[in-house]
């Protein structure tokens, strides 16, 4: 099936710095990539859909200023996570939709994830 | 509001037994379908997708899908610990023209050997 990648899978960084994952759809291109969150135990969360070569769309309560999303190329989207904080904390995924459906479906493919902890 | 409901289980089966997942969605133009399965501390992995009324079968699984009802269920004959996981029930919108997937919250499922 389609793959994609995020890097890092995991970070960990001081409070008030910025995070920056990079997320790749490697052998199909995405005009449209999406941002997850989920804590422990929850249900994934959408945080924001990204076009390619247009600003993101945010879900209401998602801060824009604070989660920077640049979708850049057909197959990169980055996520960047500013003044991270420790509430900041959390499993952050990307996903891919494969417009084509070379997979034999036009869906979302999702990366395997980065884990966030902000001391 | 479109919306996919799961029961969020826990849902319990001995090992070789018959599992079964039930989705309802309450966007009566939805086209597409889809199960993903979710490990613990993993990201979603897609399993099953299905487009029309009836069953889909790949392997041990098998999707049902009723339109008139807007039910769709997963069932996973011959259920291997190794199943154990949260399945999420995806659908798109009419067209699939919404951009991205709703999701259900998931029900867990834990196979007992």
């Known amino acids: 099936g389609a793959v994609v990648s995020q890097h890092p899978s995991r970070v960990i960084c001081k409070s008030g710095t910025s995070v920056k994952i990079e997320c790749r759809s490697l052998d199909f291109q995405a005009t449209t990539m999406f941002w997850y969150r989920q804590f422990p135990k929850q249900s994934l969360m959408l945080m924001a859909t990204?076009?390619?070569?247009?600003?993101?769309?945010?879900e209401q309560g998602v801060e824009k200023d604070k989660f920077l999303i640049n979708h850049a190329s057909l197959t990169l989207s980055t996520l960047t996570v500013t003044s991270a904080h420790p509430e900041d904390s959390s499993f952050y995924i990307c996903?891919?939709?494969?417009?084509?459906?070379?997979?034999?479906?036009?869906?979302?493919?999702f990366g395997p994830g980065t884990r966030l902890t902000v001391l | 509001q479109k919306e996919v409901e799961q029961n969020s289980g826990p849902l319990s089966v001995p090992e070789g037994a018959i599992a079964s997942l039930n989705c309802t969605y309450s966007d009566r133009g939805s086209q597409s379908f889809f199960w993903y399965r979710q490990y613990s501390g993993k990201s979603p992995e897609l399993i099953m997708f299905?487009?029309?009324?009836g069953d889909k079968e790949d392997g041990r699984f098998t999707a049902q899908l009723n339109k008139a009802s807007q039910y769709v269920s997963l069932l996973i004959r011959d259920s291997q610990p190794s199943d154990s996981a949260t399945y999420l029930c995806a659908v798109f919108g009419y067209g699939g023209s919404q951009g991205n997937l709703i999701f259900g919250k998931g029900t867990k499922l834990s196979v007992k050997p």
């Open positions: 990204s076009n390619e070569g247009s600003k993101a769309t945010y």
């Open positions: 996903s891919a939709r494969d417009l084509t459906g070379i997979y034999g479906t036009d869906t979302q493919y």
């Open positions: 299905i487009y029309s009324n």
